[in-house]
């Protein structure tokens, strides 16, 4: 199986124990979260059928509040040199769990380009990591506008 169907097939895969579950921005971009190895968010973004992610916007990663648990620097951004990605984007982000005392959120911000019109629309999503009876949970909540 190919690098570009494994990342397809993780970003639509069912839900896990430690899965945020998915929300779905009102252009049809699909993001998903999950906790990998109790230390690592993966994040993916799928568009829907037409739409374009935005390759030179790219998806952005920055903490909204709560503790400094993100290992790496924050704010991030995933980029290409084209004009779109030709496949979901797939993001891990690590953080150290002992740091977890208290929620923490994540700003996930993307530019969906749409088929008819080409017309990009900045949409924003917010992961929030807490400790729920001992497990690291993922929330996933629409940002609007």
């Known amino acids: ?16 124990g430690d899965d945020g579950g998915a929300i779905v921005t ?3 971009v699909s993001v998903r979260t999950h906790i990998e190895a109790g230390s690592r968010l993966v994040v993916s973004v799928v568009p829907a ?25 924050l704010p991030s951004v995933v980029t290409i040199e084209g004009d779109y990605f030709e496949r979901p984007v ?3 982000l690590a953080f150290d769990p002992d740091r977890l005392e208290e929620a923490s959120r ?11 019109s080409g017309v990009c ?5 917010e992961v929030t990591l807490e400790r729920r009876g001992g497990a690291i949970v993922p929330t996933l ?5």
């Open 1 to 16: 199986m190919s690098v570009a169907a494994l990342c397809v097939a993780a970003a639509l895969s069912t839900a896990t």
């Open 26 to 28: 009102p252009t049809g």
């Open 49 to 73: 059928s037409g739409v374009r992610l935005n390759g030179r916007l790219g998806v952005g990663f920055a903490l909204r509040d709560g503790p400094a648990i993100w290992i790496g620097e």
């Open 90 to 92: 797939l993001h891990a």
């Open 106 to 116: 994540l700003a996930i911000v993307f530019g969906a380009c749409l088929p008819a």
């Open 121 to 125: 629309v900045l949409e924003e999503a």
């Open 141 to 145: 909540a629409l940002v609007e506008p």
